[in-house]
């Protein structure tokens, strides 16, 4: 295990590793000159403890902080085979973490977190960390792999929450956090100093404009030192959200802090899951740039840790349905209180907001950015949006809320 911790108190920097014994009860002395805490679900706080402590129940999930140089960890005694329980695991209180239960994977091989585990009170995601951030797992989306000894945070709905791991589900793999193939859902990967995050926008039937912990996954922060990305709903932040269809929500936000100031890269996978004609924009707030994820999935910029969090925004502009259209291939639709407008190739002329009653309430020269935007001063309600180029017309009704 690598490590960097030379004492005192550990920084945003420390090299933490999240554990789980493979063996039943081993004493946690084989991680002795290290840091080594527990997450106390009653309390939501880590709890550091003394080494050595206390023996390490399977199942059971720790993070360790090596000293610097690394050490290496030996576990001894009879591995752990068989369908194996985690029980006992608790929810307390109304706060945003009340739920979460740190676990481990019990075996000395990695493990598929599908539909094969049983749960019992508790929701479909395992949060697995990743040196630096906890990565959202969707146990009904694709087949995702948690390493051999991994530690992961589970979240309880209610009650008293129970995992059961099927022996079937031990896998040999050497790829961490992988999925396979998925419908509908969109990957954005976050890479800076060393440290990476992720987020997914995935549309599932049964999911609403409001926070659901059966579809969404919330947020868990990751070191003060590594980039996050994130949704949002309902101000909640998200690392998976669920959308009813993309029409719903033709714009969903996305937050971002830096950590440290420097140059980032966002990429974009999974595009090929959507239905043909489906175009994903991201636009950056913060520069003003909209690129097209289709032709490039790729985003390099600069952040700093003082800028806002709503840095991004997600367009799935192809499905951004203005009514009755005169020219499908411009798309009309509206987020909140801006209007988009999604022009293919450049020309000339006007966009011209109206009322019901025919009155014009806004109007903007058509930039040659394939995105263009108009926020409106207006109050709630449906208003019809022309555009008048000199190489194509377009008309559409957005609802303003």
């Not at 995601?125 to 087949?143: E, K, Q």
């Not at 020219?327 to 509206?334: A, D, L, W």
Request: proline share 6%.
């Amino acid at each position: 295990m690598t490590g960097n911790w030379t004492g005192g108190n550990p920084v945003s920097t420390t090299i933490w590793h999240a554990v789980s014994a493979p063996v039943a009860n081993p004493s946690n002395s084989l991680f002795n000159g290290s840091l080594m805490n527990k997450w106390n679900e009653v309390t939501q706080t880590w709890d550091p403890l003394t080494l050595p402590y206390e023996n390490m129940p399977v199942g059971k999930g720790y993070i360790v902080a090596p000293l610097s140089g690394g050490i290496t960890a030996a576990f001894t005694g009879t591995l752990n085979t068989g369908n194996t329980t985690i029980g006992s695991l608790t929810t307390s209180g109304a706060s945003t973490w009340s739920g979460f239960n740190l676990i481990g994977n019990p075996f000395a091989s990695a493990i598929n977190w599908n539909t094969s585990i049983s749960l019992t009170n508790v929701t479909d995601f395992a949060w697995v960390w990743n040196g630096g951030n906890y990565i959202a797992l969707d146990r009904t989306s694709g087949n995702p792999v948690i390493p051999s000894e991994q530690g992961f945070f589970v979240q309880v709905s209610g009650g008293t929450g129970s995992v059961t791991i099927p022996n079937t589900n031990r896998v040999h793999s050497t790829l961490p956090y992988y999925k396979s193939e998925s419908s509908d859902i969109l990957t954005l990967k976050v890479d800076g100093h060393g440290y990476w995050d992720q987020t997914q926008i995935r549309i599932r039937p049964g999911s609403s404009k409001m926070y659901n912990m059966d579809y969404d996954a919330l947020k868990f922060p990751g070191s003060d030192a590594a980039p996050q990305l994130y949704s949002f709903k309902q101000d909640m932040d998200l690392s998976i959200i669920s959308l009813p269809a993309l029409s719903v929500y033709p714009i969903v936000m996305i937050g971002f802090k830096a950590g440290n100031s420097g140059v980032f890269t966002i990429t974009a996978s999974d595009l090929e899951s959507f239905a043909p004609g489906t175009n994903v924009y991201l636009e950056d707030l913060l520069s003003g740039k909209t690129q097209d994820l289709n032709a490039n999935p790729v985003y390099g910029f600069d952040a700093d840790a003082l800028q806002p969090e709503h840095r991004f925004n997600i367009h799935f502009a192809g499905l951004g349905v203005g009514e009755k259209e005169t020219n499908t291939s411009i798309k009309i639709y509206s987020f909140e209180h801006t209007v988009y407008v999604n022009i293919p190739v450049p020309m000339s002329g006007d966009i011209i907001v109206y009322d019901l009653l025919g009155n014009e309430v806004a109007r903007s020269a058509i930039t040659q950015s394939a995105i263009n935007k108009i926020t409106l001063d207006a109050p709630r309600g449906c208003y019809l949006v022309k555009v008048n180029g000199n190489t194509m017309a377009g008309a559409g009704k957005v609802l303003i809320r």
